[in-house]
């Protein structure tokens, strides 16, 4: 490759500005999103079986569907939760299993033994990803418009406009309120007139309907003939013939009133104070966020401009992209800043305007290439894809600032030399080494493919996003740098006169340690009794958390509580919401939650989207909420999360960072360890929104009916049963077909709403001749307390005490809960404890990320003796690679930063960017050591690099420093990872300039120069 530079100048410039033109145009296509698509290996089954016992659904229902989708091949882990008349079952399947099939396998399972479980169960199948959740909130609002109205113009005209958007997978209307034609019976009418409910029944069925008679052939043309008896209107229902004996025709008006009105909906949603209806978007799998989210907005700006009626008006109170969007700019912000700054290091140090040029061209050649790469692979921008890019400007400035160096340091060297003929010279000089630095960089990054579970999902994609980034530096920075270089410079073949004459130090200060390795062993002792001290007081948690501007607080009242009075309370918080100035806007739903859960009426959440110009933290917001509501509705259990952490939660095993598990026979005695643990769990410091894992549903009145005095009568315990639904939530006995739409008849007694207990035992049941027996003489009424509801994980009963973290990190809450739980809970015989949540997935993603850690050392060690073939450097090499471990390690204590996923990466970056440096300098050396002593090979080394190694650190760290510091949205998750590798930057520093070559010195002390 003497020429290559020379000769193929103007077909590589022309590849070059290809590859930036195809990075532009492959930027502007790529599909945004805050995470990588990524599909967990979660199944969720809910089984509804009406209002079935707990203990009956747990054998007829749960046990049976268990061991149905136990035989599913790659389940890891089973668990579900046994309610009244419902259960949930989460499979989980293994990371590695196409999700898509285990889903069928598990409803082919379910099918096999759906013929065992009870009538009329039904049975709900969903695999569990980011897109079942919404991520567009719209709230819809009608100044003097009914709920009904408001309902209608949501189904019938918004859903169907906004369904239309590319990418929209389904719009749900949440709340409102559903038209019926309302049949309310007058049971003294119908007893002297001998009707029952039965009749009635009868009687629309057989006259509101349309059928089919056959065809008829009339002068060569075939006509389909129709009878239609429909009800068409409120008008015909009030006439419908009910009985006619000879004597009088009878009308269903004559024996009840017919009104419209409302379907009753355990129900309740608002939005900011006051009632509304909720519309939610879902986005497809792999559709782009952001281009979905601009054509609902351009959709929503039409309907509110033409398409409603006058007075209707939809306002957005949720925008994931909105979050998206500034998380990804302020990422590619910190990028292009850190990039800037670097740059202007470049300019201080080399004092050579073409130089820093050269390094300004190169880098977003570089970024242009890693894009055009990214593109072709199918990957998209996300919060981690930049964040690699913006991780690795450190190791792509190294890469421009090495061969730059060289090149500007031949000709401070030789000034006379043209620079076609020093160019060449320079690269080859350096290709060896480039090589193996890079490889021992991108070597790292091979054994994350080792990272399972949801850190393995994202991480693995940080990890890829950086081989490629670094593998494309190297091309950029070995065939097209050269070539930039090269068209600076024009057509002199003298040197430029911007070059000044450079002449080498003399080392004083190099010699001064060499000479004095003491102080390199002091230097290194203290290391490791730093890490040795920070070791065990380090913080430690799991995946780094976001600052998302938005929190989701769930809530439940006391079991059996009214929807009335759950409103009432919640009522009474919303009045706290305006103390506190950081809220924007809020929803609430009450008796539905976002995502796929069985709800009781009592549960609910509230979704409250933060200002954006706030000065406190989501996480000062939520303490200061919590407090207020704890002080002013004590009977609400309550907890806290933000929307992307929660929705991460509902997909993996636990919501919640903490989750003790306790297994066991008996309900009773879990109940009671339940109690005990979650009152430990309260008492330590660090920890919030504690559950004890016990839910009760609400009391029943239990009617048990006495066949003997139904038979007397000629009731059947069917038509019992249907009489007493009728008057509590009344029976749909037909439709009413209106326009596009069908309206549901309901006949219901009048008032069932307020029906009470007392009112309902002095009601009265139809006997088949008309007449009127009281319900006492016919069953038994007892009302029941609520019953626990019954989980169970890998078919052993099990119940969860969670809790989240507030203020102190995840490793030492754990460790001193484990303390206070080893020491005052007494475990009955087979009884035992396991803990879960963040903590497993934690301990589970440390043991692999030491393996990860192990073995890109390994990984190093073994380039290293490709490369030198002395196993002595090699080994040197790799040990002050580890001590650079120190670095990160010391500044994660300082900045009081949690060791965790992110952190534990950039440690593992620190072993080769260290080793990289480390090649230069031992070339150098090695080089100058066949003519000169190893006293003076060491200083000239050392002196020689010493401005390329100043400028790649310093480049490194101010690049970082804008997501070190956490500067804008969405840089939290990165920014452990930043200040590891920054950490790392600073002692490699000493490492390199101070022990590296003390080392060395005392290596080769007994060297002789060949010359």
Same mark, same amino acid.
């Given at each position: 490759m003497k020429n290559f530079?020379?000769?193929?100048?103007?077909?590589?410039?022309?590849?070059?500005?290809?590859?930036?033109a195809a990075g532009i145009f492959s930027y502007t296509k790529m599909q945004s999103s805050l995470f990588p698509e990524v599909t967990f290996p979660k199944i969720k089954v809910i089984a509804d079986n009406g209002l079935q016992p707990v203990g009956k659904m747990m054998?007829?229902?749960?046990?049976?569907?268990?061991n149905a989708i136990k035989r599913v091949p790659g389940l890891k882990n089973i668990r579900s939760i046994t309610s009244r008349g419902s259960c949930e079952i989460s499979a989980f399947m293994g990371w590695k299993e196409d999700i898509d099939l285990c889903k069928q396998q598990v409803e082919s399972s379910i099918n096999q033994i759906k013929d065992e479980l009870p009538p009329g169960t039904n049975i709900s199948v969903e695999k569990m990803n980011p897109s079942i959740l919404p991520v567009i909130g719209y709230v819809i609002k009608g100044k003097g418009r009914s709920r009904i109205e408001i309902n209608q113009i949501a189904n019938y005209t918004v859903k169907p406009y906004l369904s239309q958007v590319p990418g929209v997978s389904e719009i749900r209307v949440i709340g409102g309120k559903t038209k019926e034609f309302h049949v309310e019976l007058q049971p003294q009418k119908m007893s002297a007139l001998s009707v029952t409910p039965a009749m009635i029944t009868t009687a629309l069925s057989e006259s509101n309907?349309?059928?089919?008679?056959?065809?008829?052939?009339?002068?060569?043309?075939?006509?389909?003939?129709?009878?239609?008896?429909?009800?068409?209107?409120?008008?015909e229902l009030q006439n419908l013939v009910i009985s006619n004996n000879g004597k009088r025709v009878l009308h269903l008006q004559d024996i009840a009133n017919m009104v419209i009105a409302e379907q009753t909906e355990y129900v309740r949603v608002n939005a900011n104070g006051e009632n509304a209806l909720l519309i939610a978007v879902v986005k497809q799998p792999n559709a782009n966020l952001i281009d979905i989210t601009t054509g609902v907005e351009k959709r929503i700006a039409e309907l509110n401009k033409t398409v409603l009626p006058r007075g209707v008006n939809i306002s957005s109170y949720y925008v994931q992209a909105d979050f998206v969007n500034e998380s990804i700019r302020s990422v590619s912000d910190s990028l292009w800043i850190g990039l800037l700054l670097a740059i202007v290091v470049c300019v201080i140090f080399l004092r050579s305007a073409k130089s820093s040029a050269v390094i300004l061209i190169t880098i977003p050649l570089t970024i242009s290439l890693t894009i055009l790469t990214l593109y072709v692979l199918g990957y998209n921008f996300n919060i981690m894809t930049l964040g690699a890019i913006a991780a690795s400007i450190g190791l792509i400035i190294d890469d421009a600032i090495v061969v730059v160096e060289q090149i500007h340091r031949t000709h401070e060297e030789h000034p006379e030399t043209p620079t076609k003929e020093l160019l060449s010279k320079s690269v080859n000089y350096l290709l060896p080494a480039m090589i193996g630095s890079s490889i021992s960089t991108i070597v790292i990054f091979f054994p994350f493919i080792l990272l399972s579970g949801v850190a393995g999902a994202y991480f693995k994609i940080l990890a890829n996003t950086m081989m490629i980034t670094l593998i494309c530096s190297f091309l950029v920075t070995w065939i097209g740098l050269p070539v930039i270089y090269l068209l600076l410079s024009g057509k002199r073949k003298s040197v430029d006169t911007e070059i000044a004459i450079h002449e080498r130090k003399s080392g004083k200060w190099i010699s001064f340690f060499i000479l004095r390795p003491v102080i390199s062993f002091a230097f290194v002792l203290a290391l490791i009794a730093s890490v040795y001290y920070i070791s065990s007081r380090l913080e430690t948690g799991f995946l780094p958390e976001m600052d998302e501007g938005s929190i989701v607080l769930d809530y439940t009242s006391p079991p059996g509580t009214s929807l009335q009075e759950t409103d009432r309370m919640l009522r009474q918080v919303e009045k706290l919401f305006p103390s506190v100035p950081e809220i924007e806007t809020y929803s609430r739903r009450t008796g539905t939650q976002m995502g796929f859960f069985i709800t009781e009426p009592n549960y609910g959440d509230y979704l409250i989207q933060l200002r954006k110009d706030r000065k406190r933290s989501t996480e000062e917001v939520i303490d200061e909420i919590r407090k207020k509501v704890e002080s002013t509705q004590p009977a609400l259990q309550i907890d806290f999360g933000q929307v992307i952490g929660d929705m991460l939660g509902d997909l993996m095993a636990s919501t919640q960072p903490i989750e003790i598990k306790i297994y066991g026979d008996n309900v009773n005695v879990l109940q009671d360890l339940a109690r005990k643990v979650a009152e430990i769990t309260e008492n330590v410091k660090g920890t919030a929104d504690v559950f004890d894992g016990i839910t009760i549903a609400g009391p029943s009145i239990n009617i048990e009916p006495n066949n003997q005095k139904l038979a007397q009568f000629g009731i059947t315990p069917a038509d019992f049963q249907a009489q007493l639904q009728t008057?509590?939530?009344?029976s749909v006995i037909g439709n009413i077909f209106e326009k596009e739409q069908q309206t549901a008849i309901r006949m219901i007694y009048p008032d069932a709403i307020n029906t009470t207990i007392d009112r309902m035992k002095n009601g009265t049941i139809f006997l088949p001749n008309g007449k009127l027996q009281p319900l006492v003489k016919l069953a038994k009424i007892t009302p029941e307390p609520g019953s626990a509801e019954i989980e169970r994980e890998n078919l052993q009963s099990m119940i969860p005490v969670t809790a989240r973290l507030n203020n102190r990190d995840l490793g030492s809450v754990m460790t001193e809960l484990q303390q206070e739980i080893k020491s005052k809970v007494n475990l009955p015989q087979g009884y035992h404890i396991s803990y879960g949540g963040a903590y497993q997935e934690q301990q589970q993603s440390f043991s692999e990320l030491l393996i990860i850690l192990l073995s890109a050392v390994l990984l190093v060690f073994t380039v290293m003796i490709f490369m030198f073939k002395d196993i002595k450097v090699a080994l040197l090499i790799i040990a002050i690679s580890i001590l650079g471990i120190s670095g990160s390690m010391i500044a994660l204590f300082i900045t009081n930063t949690?060791?965790?996923?992110?952190?534990y990466t950039g440690i593992i970056m620190?072993?080769?960017?260290?080793?990289?440096? #480390? =090649?230069? $300098?031992? &070339?150098?050396?090695?080089?100058?050591?066949?003519?000169?002593?190893?006293?003076?090979?060491?200083?000239? #080394? =050392?002196? $020689?690099? &010493?401005?390329?190694?100043?400028?790649t650190a310093i480049g490194a760290i101010i690049a970082l420093s804008p997501i070190a510091l956490g500067i804008g949205t969405g840089a939290q998750l990165h920014q452990p990872l930043a200040i590891a590798v920054i950490g790392g930057f600073v002692i490699a520093l000493p490492l390199l300039l101070i022990v590296y070559p003390s080392m060395l010195r005392l290596l080769f002390k007994n060297s002789i120069a060949k010359s």
């Open positions: 530079f020379v000769s193929h100048k103007n077909p590589v410039a022309v590849v070059l500005f290809i590859i930036l054998i007829t229902v749960t046990k049976p569907l268990e309907f349309i059928s089919s008679n056959g065809y008829l052939n009339d002068y060569n043309r075939m006509y389909l003939t129709v009878t239609d008896a429909n009800v068409k209107n409120l008008e008057q509590l939530e009344g949690p060791l965790n996923v992110g952190s620190i072993i080769g960017i260290i080793g990289e440096n #480390a =090649i230069f $300098t031992f &070339l150098q050396f090695h080089q100058t050591l066949e003519t000169n002593t190893p006293d003076e090979a060491v200083v000239y #080394a =050392i002196s $020689t690099r &010493l401005r390329p190694k100043l400028m």
